[in-house]
Structures are given as structure tokens and as C-alpha cells.
T-cell receptor, first 117, second 112 residues
Framework: AQTVTQSQPEMSVQEAETVTLSCTYD???????LFWYKQPPSRQMILVIR??????QNATENRFSVNFQKAAKSFSLKISDSQLGDTAMYFC??????????????FGQGTRLTINP | DTGVSQNPRHKITKRGQNVTFRCDPI?????LYWYRQTLGQGPEFLTY????????KSRLLSDRFSAERPKGSFSTLEIQRTEQGDSAMYLC??????????FGSGTRLTVV
């Protein structure tokens, strides 16, 4: 079974600073996807960024980028120029690649990120 | 299209009562998922539908839980004889051929 671990329960930074959230995972699968999701207070979970395991290049979406280390099974999220709207719970998630299967997500425990003005 | 809609947003019920939640997915999405999220934890997979067929259920889904997706459209999740341990946020998500999930805002259940 796959497991996802986020070792930072809470983080807090000042607006405009850069912050990195950590995530490690354990799997015996070779083909999979990794995700970071953002869950603002009392709002729905939204996808921040996605990484395919077969791609060596790290994914980037505007101010959000990842550092994917496949051998180390590490998948960290870097948020540059942080904004007040980035305040949320952030979840790292794993999905096994299966064309016909459930494609279910396995989530970490989450990191509560607060951006201070 | 207004995304994935879940009703009610909040439900308070007495222990032992039955509750039912509804999820309306994005209309063209053939896959529908239910997850449970307890306070301070990440969501955990409960069950999955492809069209109207329920293809996988987690061990977390005890006999008191039942989910349906008639005609492959909306889905309901029913919990019978609720227990305090059932208190959680119940999240619904939908996707098309696994292209990526869209989550609803969830139903927060409190069992008193």
C-alpha cells in the first residue's frame, strides 16, 4: 500500500517570502502521479500542481513549483512570492497510474500554511 | 456548469439516526468518488463509481454505509445508525477518464 507523509503540520511566513512544503511517499509502483492540493478554510479542495513520475522535469505553475526526487521518494512544493490568498491547508497526494482502475488518491496529513501580512 | 455540488453543507444528527448526503458531479464526468476527511487529517478514499457501477469500496465503508449512483448521474451516500465516530467532512469528487479530480465543498457531519 502507498503512504504519503507530510512532516510539517504548520508553517507560517511573511507575505512575499518563499516557502517550501515537504512531502515524502512510499510506493513500489513505477508509474504514478503526485499532486499538491490546496484547501482554503471552508472552501473546496483545488489542484495546485501535478507531476507525472515518468517525467524528470519538475512541474511549474506560475508561482508554484515542485522538487521531485524520484529515488528519494520526495515531492516538495515551493511557493514563491507568497500571497495572503495562499493561506490554506496543503495536501500532498499520490495516485497509482491505472487506466481501468479506480485512480484513487492517497493523501498526506496536510500542512497548514499561514501567510502573514 | 457550476462544478461539483454537495448538499447539505452541514448536518447535525443524533447518534443512531440515519443521514443521507447528495452529490451532483460535473455532468460529463463518468467517475465519481467519495472521501472522508476527519479533523486535522487528509481525505481518505471511501468508494468509487464509474457511471452507475460501484467498482471499488474501501474497508472504511462499513455495513452501515451505502452509496448509490442511479443512472450514472448524481450520487447519494447514506449512513445508517450514525455513531460519533462518523463525524467528519464527506467529500465528493468527479473526473472524466481520470483526467483530474474536481472536488465539491463537502458535507460536514456532526453526530451528537
Amino acid at each position: 500500500a502507498q503512504t504519503v507523509t507530510q512532516s510539517q503540520p504548520e508553517m507560517s511566513v511573511q507575505e512575499a517570502e518563499t516557502v517550501t512544503l515537504s512531502c515524502t511517499y512510499d510506493t513500489s509502483e513505477s508509474n504514478y502521479y503526485l499532486f499538491w492540493y490546496k484547501q482554503p478554510p471552508s472552501r473546496q479542495m483545488i489542484l495546485v500542481i501535478r507531476q507525472e513520475a515518468y517525467k524528470q522535469q519538475n512541474a511549474t505553475e506560475n508561482r508554484f513549483s515542485v522538487n521531485f526526487q524520484k529515488a528519494a521518494k520526495s515531492f516538495s512544493l515551493k511557493i514563491s512570492d507568497s500571497q495572503l490568498g495562499d493561506t490554506a491547508m496543503y495536501f500532498c497526494a499520490f495516485m497509482k497510474h491505472e487506466v481501468q482502475g479506480a485512480q484513487k488518491l492517497v493523501f498526506g496529513q496536510g500542512t497548514r500554511l499561514t501567510i502573514n501580512p | 456548469d457550476t462544478g461539483v455540488s454537495q448538499n447539505p453543507r452541514h448536518k447535525i444528527t443524533k447518534r443512531g439516526q440515519n443521514v443521507t448526503f447528495r452529490c451532483d458531479p460535473i455532468s460529463e464526468h463518468n467517475r465519481l468518488y467519495w472521501y472522508r476527511q476527519t479533523l486535522g487529517q487528509g481525505p481518505e478514499f471511501l468508494t468509487y463509481f464509474q457511471n452507475e457501477a460501484q467498482l471499488e469500496k474501501s474497508r472504511l465503508l462499513s455495513d452501515r454505509f451505502s452509496a448509490e449512483r442511479p443512472k450514472g448521474s448524481f450520487s447519494t451516500l447514506e449512513i445508517q445508525r450514525t455513531e460519533q465516530g462518523d463525524s467528519a467532512m464527506y467529500l465528493c469528487a468527479s473526473s472524466f477518464l481520470g483526467a483530474g479530480y474536481t472536488f465539491g465543498s463537502g458535507t460536514r457531519l456532526t453526530v451528537v
